[in-house]
């Protein structure tokens, strides 16, 4: 940064030259043009001067120079930075330093870097940032990193936030050439209005409110910890947490980390990285009057004497200033681009028309190239790119500056910038509209067929995903066997054809696998031996056991004919349920039920099944077991006995009873609720319609609103629940937005908000039907955002879709399932009412 400084330093200097036409010449500073500055700013420096309580430019050494103390070096070295020199990472390589007071008092505050980082799908998952450790949580009171994105190049940042007890999340996704190169990142928090923003390249991203999060109160603070996240320091700084390996380290560069004592405005954010990335600019009548006396040092010669030849000098390189796309300026990443766009890109300086060609590409992201027409303006220094033809609907595609244009005088650009523009949603249906009833068949219809079509063919079990293979799944198989009945009564087939299938699938679930009665989470859908899960889950899984029983005992009550084949089934279902011994999951007689158990660990996994999740029906069967049920102080004090079992909170103006802030994934609604009826199901908790018709209505509503600024989120786009995402697999809520819609959140929550759903539905299937409809109804998962759509299909996202609409249209599941005498019996034993008991 300092070469830049002083190569635009000469470049003035020369255009200054000219203007100088005698050494005799009187020069009177105060008589040119005022300072030129970028937001009322000649420097870095000048923003928010008084509020800034430390800055880290790494020149060197690892102090702030605010309170001139230094921090404690491991591993890391410096090298050539953006500004000067740059902290160099390395693995196993950190900063520490002590936080001063004012660091320690903030209330509000904005924490910015520079940093250039190698992708984290080389490092393993995230790599840790800057932060403000916490010594008794595993993330720090400040917590700031990059985690995997869908592509090599593009990522998500993320923050931690803790305020005494209470914690926040802030997520900015699919930053766009996020790795291998300098990247501005600036996270604020005004605690006037709890709003926490985040800004890259200077451009805001992302905006979360936390209610009534308020005045910062750091919760136990430590070290600030720069280069990697406080459990990965060695010693760890926070009590209790180790190295983990899917946390790494930066082994890029960190530069100019600064921390402001106040939430700064966008334009402050926007010069400050303009400024830092351009070079301070010298006030104009300083940088005359230094250009004035180098000219009278080294060139005055007598006017008499004749001058001598003229230098050409070295061409002078060239910046990019901004860009605009149809007008607007949001950044680097542009959504609901109309199909012929007209892309603006300004530089320092005129540019020559015969690079443009080389200079600028377009392409889509599957590297077609995008042929366009350009236009010089505004003195030559911006130009206009619009493509020759229409692009296509729903598309992405990047337009990048490169390096191969070239300026009049032959100056190189600086540095390449890329645009990336994702175009608008074909607005049209896809589909021929039908009535609302007949969409509803089709898609219990289609959906179903995973299940039916797509069974594993010896074990007639669910398959985990659409490329499992041979690999079943327990739970998902329970809510696939909720399905046959609804398909029988819809006539997707005959009631003798569901009989057969469920021979099938009983008859192999007697000879499968099990510990102490309960199933493993995956089995082998032709032996039938249990496949681990992970590393120590290759044994009992409890509440995907509670998940199969619920089918099981729903099938019971269905096929509850008199003739022999009916009446085996149902004696070998009894059999099965009758075999799960629900109150040895205690653990030595604990008041709790324990989720895993397996042959080799025992019980490692000490996961214990405490609410408000989707487990509500684990307890219910164990209650209600005929042969192994456990008392209620069981139910109490584990189940409900957790300090965040009860809410009573408002968010969007809806109580929400029971659970985690904001409600958690939709799916803990579902789960349990394919065959418990909340409809007039109380206990001394809550009406369970009012908690899941709540919980729903608040995801609705997050979505609706759409605080993190997810394109495409909408009143008719809605849903955050488990489902795939891109590179991985994520339990979405909205404290846990990843941008990413799964249809089966909105449509398995019909008989709780029926209108919405219906508008979800009908967006999903005429709007996006043709990416996301298949073979076996809705994929699992898109994200507008990032413009992905996987091709996957999930047993525990399809079976709720079938299930949960039949619950709105006939009530079907419930009925069977709210029918069977030992449900009644589990029920009143626990404490509950309803109008089915």
């Known amino acids: 940064?300092?070469?830049?400084?002083?190569?635009?330093?000469?470049?003035?200097?020369?255009?200054?030259?000219?203007?100088?036409?005698?050494?005799?010449?009187?020069?009177?500073?105060?008589?040119?043009?005022?300072?030129?500055?970028?937001?009322?700013?000649?420097?870095?420096?000048?923003?928010?001067?008084?509020?800034?309580?430390?800055?880290?430019?790494?020149?060197?050494?690892?102090?702030?120079?605010?309170?001139?103390?230094?921090?404690?070096?491991?591993?890391?070295?410096?090298?050539?930075?953006?500004?000067?020199?740059?902290?160099?990472?390395?693995?196993?390589?950190?900063?520490?330093?002590?936080?001063?007071?004012?660091?320690?008092?903030?209330?509000?505050?904005?924490?910015?870097?520079?940093?250039?980082?190698?992708?984290?799908?080389?490092?393993?998952?995230?790599?840790?940032?800057?932060?403000?450790?916490?010594?008794?949580?595993?993330?720090?009171?400040?917590?700031?990193?990059?985690?995997?994105?869908?592509?090599?190049?593009?990522?998500?940042?993320?923050?931690h936030i803790q305020n005494d007890k209470t914690d926040a999340w802030v997520t900015k996704e699919g930053i766009v050439n996020l790795y291998n190169s300098w990247n501005h990142i600036a996270l604020s928090y005004d605690a006037t209005s709890s709003t926490f923003n985040v800004y890259v390249n200077g451009s805001k991203t992302a905006t979360t409110t936390v209610a009534k999060f308020g005045e910062l109160k750091w919760k136990n603070p430590g070290k600030m910890v720069f280069g990697t996240v406080q459990f990965q320091t060695k010693p760890s700084l926070t009590t209790g947490a180790s190295a983990q390996d899917w946390a790494s380290y930066l082994t890029g560069l960190l530069d100019e980390v600064r921390i402001y004592n106040v939430a700064l405005k966008d334009a402050e954010v926007d010069a400050l990285v303009k400024l830092e990335s351009r070079g301070e600019i010298m006030p104009f009548k300083y940088l005359l009057l230094f250009c004035s006396l180098i000219w009278l040092g080294v060139s005055c010669k007598s006017e008499k004497e004749a001058p001598g030849p003229s230098n050409p000098g070295i061409p002078a390189s060239f910046g990019f200033n901004s860009v605009k796309v149809n007008g607007t300026y949001s950044g680097f990443k542009y959504h609901d681009v109309n199909l012929k766009p007209k892309i603006r890109f300004t530089f320092s300086a005129p540019l020559s028309n015969a690079t443009i060609p080389d200079g600028i590409t377009f392409q889509s992201m599957?590297?077609?190239?995008?042929?366009?027409?350009?236009?010089?303006?505004?003195?030559?220094?911006?130009?206009?790119?619009?493509?020759?033809?229409?692009?296509?609907?729903?598309?992405?595609?990047?337009?990048?500056?490169?390096?191969?244009?070239?300026?009049?005088?032959?100056?190189?650009?600086?540095?390449?910038?890329?645009?990336?523009?994702?175009?608008?949603?074909?607005?049209?249906?896809?589909?021929?509209?039908?009535?609302?009833?007949?969409?509803?068949?089709?898609?219990?219809?289609?959906?179903?067929?995973?299940?039916?079509?797509?069974?594993?063919?010896?074990?007639?079990?669910?398959?985990?995903?659409?490329?499992?293979?041979?690999?079943?799944?327990?739970?998902?198989?329970?809510?696939?066997?909720?399905?046959?009945?609804?398909?029988?009564?819809?006539?997707?087939?005959?009631?003798?054809?569901?009989?057969?299938?469920?021979?099938?699938?009983?008859?192999?679930?007697?000879?499968?696998?099990?510990?102490?009665?309960?199933?493993?989470?995956?089995?082998?859908?032709?032996?039938?031996?249990?496949?681990?899960?992970?590393?120590?889950?290759?044994?009992?899984?409890?509440?995907?056991?509670?998940?199969?029983?619920?089918?099981?005992?729903?099938?019971?009550?269905?096929?509850?004919?008199?003739?022999?084949?009916?009446?085996?089934?149902?004696?070998?279902i009894n059999a099965i349920w009758r075999a799960v011994e629900w109150d040895w999951f205690r653990k030595n007689n604990e008041n709790v039920l324990y989720w895993h158990w397996s042959p080799d660990y025992g019980w490692d996994m000490n996961h214990q099944i405490r609410g408000w999740n989707e487990c509500l029906i684990t307890y219910v069967l164990a209650a209600a077991s005929p042969s192994h049920g456990i008392d209620k102080s069981v139910y109490d004090n584990g189940w409900a006995g957790n300090s965040t079992f009860t809410n009573g909170k408002e968010y969007y103006g809806i109580t929400l009873p029971l659970g985690e802030p904001l409600g958690g994934p939709l799916f803990f609604s579902h789960y349990s609720f394919l065959g418990l009826n909340p409809t007039g199901l109380t206990d001394r908790f809550t009406n369970y319609f009012t908690q899941n018709k709540a919980h729903t209505l608040i995801n609705y509503n997050y979505c609706k609103t759409n605080p993190q600024q997810y394109y495409g989120y909408s009143d008719q786009c809605w849903g955050l629940t488990a489902s795939d995402i891109p590179g991985g697999y994520n339990a979405s809520s909205p404290s846990n937005d990843k941008g990413v819609i799964a249809p089966t959140a909105a449509l398995s929550a019909f008989p709780y908000t029926p209108a919405e759903s219906m508008r979800a539905l009908k967006f999903f299937y005429y709007k996006l039907g043709d990416r996301l409809w298949g073979e076996y109804g809705f994929h699992d998962a898109f994200s507008l955002d990032q413009l992905w759509f996987t091709d996957s299909y999930l047993a525990i996202d399809q079976g709720p879709i079938v299930v949960m609409i039949e619950n709105y249209r006939t009530a079907l599941p419930w009925k069977l399932f709210m029918s069977s005498p030992e449900v009644k019996t589990g029920l009143k034993k626990l404490g509950f009412n309803s109008p089915q008991l």
């Not at 068949?441 to 594993?456: E, M, N, P, S």
């Open 1 to 159: 940064m300092k070469t830049l400084k002083n190569k635009l330093a000469v470049a003035l200097c020369v255009l200054t030259v000219p203007g100088v036409t005698s050494c005799y010449e009187k020069f009177d500073p105060e008589s040119y043009a005022p300072s030129v500055t970028i937001g009322g700013f000649t420097s870095s420096d000048e923003i928010a001067r008084a509020n800034l309580v430390a800055h880290f430019p790494f020149d060197g050494n690892y102090s702030d120079v605010i309170s001139n103390t230094a921090g404690t070096n491991t591993g890391t070295t410096f090298a050539n930075g953006l500004k000067g020199q740059a902290m160099k990472g390395a693995k196993d390589g950190y900063v520490l330093f002590t936080p001063t007071a004012a660091i320690l008092g903030l209330k509000s505050f904005t924490l910015t870097y520079w940093v250039n980082s190698p992708s984290t799908k080389a490092a393993g998952g995230i790599i840790g940032l800057v932060g403000l450790s916490q010594t008794d949580g595993f993330w720090g009171n400040i917590e700031t990193f990059f985690e995997n994105g869908g592509t090599d190049t593009d990522g998500i940042f993320k923050a």
């Open 366 to 572: 599957s590297g077609e190239a995008v042929a366009y027409s350009s236009s010089l303006e505004n003195g030559d220094s911006s130009v206009v790119i619009t493509p020759s033809a229409d692009l296509k609907y729903l598309t992405r595609y990047s337009v990048s500056a490169t390096k191969a244009l070239k300026s009049k005088t032959g100056g190189m650009l600086l540095n390449e910038v890329k645009v990336e523009l994702i175009t608008m949603l074909d607005s049209t249906d896809k589909f021929p509209v039908i009535g609302e009833e007949a969409l509803l068949t089709l898609v219990q219809q289609q959906t179903f067929r995973y299940f039916w079509d797509f069974a594993h063919p010896v074990s007639g079990l669910a398959r985990e995903r659409n490329t499992s293979g041979d690999v079943v799944t327990s739970g998902g198989s329970g809510f696939g066997i909720m399905t046959i009945p609804v398909a029988i009564e819809r006539k997707f087939i005959t009631r003798a054809q569901g009989l057969e299938r469920m021979q099938k699938i009983v008859g192999f679930l007697k000879k499968a696998q099990t510990f102490h009665g309960a199933f493993p989470h995956w089995l082998n859908g032709i032996t039938g031996a249990a496949v681990p899960f992970s590393d120590k889950d290759n044994g009992a899984d409890l509440v995907e056991t509670s998940f199969l029983i619920q089918g099981l005992l729903t099938a019971r009550q269905y096929f509850s004919e008199s003739n022999a084949a009916e009446t085996t089934l149902r004696t070998d």
